[in-house]
């Protein structure tokens, strides 16, 4: 049936347009619409966005992940095949070639980030510590060091060309100086089952300490302060008692030794000659009325 549409091309003009238009429709019904479309002469062919126009045709496009081998003719659709190994198709095509992949220059600083295949191309990026050079990320550069309390972000290194350091948020510290180390979240005392001891900065982390040691740092001292106390009130108690005790003590042995400092004095009293029984007797005066009074008895 195609070496009648080949074979006699006369027969449009023999039979005029109506005829090759119906030799034409005729053809379209044996071999299927999807191949080709046919129309009056000076007629523009209107095909799908998969198909393309060929010859006054419409050919099917070959898929993601193949090539265009052979385009439709009157007999036959579009021929594709796969992509050969390192190359790929992303859409829709009437090419006959596919895309090579990305090479991940090492000497450039870049390594692979995603592996290619028969409809996508390798995706390559900077090397850890290095950034792009420029837009296209063909080449890389080695990135300034994130001093403390900056980080790296490993995004701004695929999208900028500087050095791509980030203070860090409130919640994020870095303690070191470096390359490649990001801002790190501070720990959480809570989901630890801690309680924050010391606040972190954009420096330093959060330290965290036993519940129980925290009551305890508050009670210790406390303790101390009451203990201490008591003891003084303990002291002062003793000290006073032992006072009181021994007062009397003194007392009553310091007075008689001041008597026996103290010599008495001797009075010279006036002797006073009596007569007992016809006798004199010497008598000191103030026991006279002692004698007299035992004289009358």
């Not at 999807?34 to 799908?48: E, M, R, T, Y």
């Not at 350091?165 to 801690?194: D, I, Q, R």
């Amino acid at each position: 049936m195609g070496s009648v549409v080949q074979g006699k091309p006369h027969l449009g003009a023999q039979l005029g347009g109506c005829a090759a238009v119906h030799v034409c429709g005729r053809a379209a019904s044996l071999h299927g619409s999807h191949l080709f479309q046919c129309g009056q002469p000076g007629d523009a062919v209107n095909c799908s966005d998969k198909q393309y126009e060929h010859k006054g045709k419409c050919c099917n496009r070959c898929p993601p992940g193949k090539k265009l081998a052979s385009e439709c003719n009157d007999t036959e659709s579009s021929v594709c095949t796969p992509c050969d190994d390192g190359h790929y198709q992303q859409s829709w095509t009437k090419e006959k070639h596919c895309m090579p992949h990305d090479i991940c220059e090492e000497n450039a600083g870049l390594i692979v980030k995603r592996h290619g295949n028969a409809t996508h191309n390798i995706v390559c990026q900077c090397r850890a510590g290095m950034h792009c050079s420029d837009a296209s990320c063909q080449t890389c550069v080695e990135n300034e060091p994130c001093k403390q309390g900056f980080g790296f972000v490993a995004a701004m290194a695929e999208a900028r060309m500087t050095s791509p350091c980030e203070p860090c948020a409130e919640g994020t510290f870095s303690n070191v100086s470096s390359k490649t180390e990001p801002c790190h979240f501070w720990t959480s005392c809570e989901e630890k089952g801690l309680v924050v001891k010391v606040k972190g900065t954009n420096t330093s982390d959060v330290i965290c300490e036993s519940s129980r040691r925290s009551s305890l740092s508050v009670l210790i001292p406390i303790a101390a302060v009451v203990i201490t106390c008591l003891v003084g009130i303990c002291i002062y108690c003793l000290v006073h008692t032992d006072l009181r005790r021994r007062g009397p003590r003194q007392i009553e042995t310091e007075v008689p030794r001041e008597l026996e400092t103290q010599q008495p004095e001797e009075v010279d009293f006036p002797v006073q000659e009596t007569l007992l029984g016809g006798q004199p007797v010497a008598q000191e005066d103030g026991k006279e009325s002692r004698i007299a009074e035992q004289e009358q008895l």
